[in-house]
């Protein structure tokens, strides 16, 4: 008779102490899949909200300032020596030595003005390359077109009173509302937006640029450098970064991955004692068996195959249906743990052959002493309990 046969047969004859090893081992297994699954799940949505969503880098007009405290009380501050940014120098960007991680720039025009006795900041910017950036915009209407459309924030449109397919009047010239953003709780409800070009002329800023965004949110972008590169090309503005959301989104998830970690460690450990008792117990109460075996000829390394390969079998068995069980518990979680609705579940093959690997070597460890255990019976000692 060969090895596997007897191990195969011993399987099933014991299928409920088998059952319970295998179960045991499965959920450690579903639950390292499960939250090895879920952390990379996690990561690669917020590592596509960098890609699409945002900047990251802010370019501002370079200036001397001053602020003025007396007691203890802030009374502003002088701003003097004030420069600006022209428009032809936002074309240095895209020459730095990562220009290609640089996906959009956005320039910026800002200004009072007042629109039918009202006072509002008027903000002018390519319209391509600011819905661009700002994919979390709703816009009630439809998109600005020409470089007579506006766009008004949600707060600017209860002031002046209009809604989608209205018209303003600026200095004389006439503008139709071409749509209307949705509440975004930032200051962009307050504010009025127009072409880039229209704006410098309404504002008598012509060629000029108050600000310009950046996006930059790559996976791997070195933001750092990027940085020092723009400030070399534009040395007249201030260069800075951004990054506070999503530093604290990517140390929120450090800290879940180090949890998971742990949890997993633990979760390997007791699926380590579960086998080594199970087997333990299982050769116990073969003692019989082994003793026929060994006094027939059997070797030691003949009963340590007999033990191993029947651990084998079921940490394969137990690695198969636990990364199943990981996956699908992974899909249940995920909604509820992700930020976006459209989240992606990651299926890795290297997690399912890890998975199935991980249990087949938790099995064959824990079994070697409960092998070694039963290759060192004396067959006299065993044959007395017949």
């Known amino acids: 008779m060969k090895l596997h046969t007897i191990s195969i047969n011993n399987l ?17 297994i579903a639950t390292i899949v499960t939250l090895v699954t879920l952390t990379r799940s996690m990561s690669s949505d917020i590592e596509r909200k960098m890609d699409e969503f ?9 200036n001397n300032g001053l602020a003025m405290n007396y007691g203890g009380i802030s009374l502003g501050g002088v701003t003097f020596d004030q420069r600006e940014i022209r428009e032809e120098d936002l074309a240095k960007i895209r020459t730095i030595t990562n220009h290609k991680n640089i996906s959009v720039i956005s320039p910026k025009v800002l200004g009072g003005i007042t629109i039918n006795n009202h006072d509002v900041l008027l903000v002018g910017v390519n319209f391509e390359s600011e819905l661009k950036m700002k ?4 816009i009630f209407g439809n998109d600005p077109k020409s470089e007579h459309d506006l766009l008004l924030g949600s707060d600017a449109s209860k002031v002046l009173n209009v809604s989608p397919g209205d018209t303003l009047t600026i200095k004389g010239e006439s503008f139709k509302v071409a749509g209307v953003l949705d509440q975004t709780g930032s200051q962009d409800d307050a504010l009025v937006f127009a072409s880039l070009k229209k704006a410098q002329k309404l504002l008598d800023k012509e060629g000029k640029i ?3 965004e950046v996006a930059a949110l790559c996976s791997g972008c070195p933001i750092g450098d990027m940085v020092t590169q723009i400030a070399e090309k534009i040395p007249d503005a201030k260069v800075s970064a951004i990054q506070q959301v999503v530093e604290g989104r990517l140390k929120a998830l450090d800290q879940f991955k ?3 970690y742990a949890m997993a460690g633990v979760v390997v450990f007791i699926g380590s004692l579960i086998v080594f008792v199970t087997m333990m117990g299982s050769v116990n109460e073969r003692t019989t068996e082994i003793g026929i075996f060994r006094a027939i000829g059997f070797r030691k390394s003949h009963i340590m195959q007999i033990i191993l390969l029947e651990a084998a079998l079921v940490s394969l068995l137990a690695g198969f249906l636990g990364y199943a069980a990981g996956m699908g518990g992974a899909k249940l979680a995920l909604p509820f743990m992700a930020e976006s609705k459209n989240v992606h579940l990651i299926w890795d093959g ?5 998975s199935i690997s991980l249990a087949l070597l938790l099995g064959v460890l824990a079994s070697i002493y409960p092998a070694l255990h039963a290759s060192k019976m004396d067959p006299t000692e065993a044959l007395r309990a017949l």
Do not use: E
Request: aromatic content about 12%.
């Open 210 to 212: 108050s600000m310009a």
């Open 54 to 62: 945002g900047a990251n880098i802010l370019i501002t007009p370079q």
């Open 12 to 28: 099933k004859r014991r299928k409920a102490k088998m059952a319970f090893l295998t179960v045991g081992l499965m959920v450690g």
């Open 258 to 260: 180090r949890f998971s």
């Open 135 to 138: 994919q979390w915009w709703k």
């Open 350 to 354: 290297w997690i399912a052959g890890g």
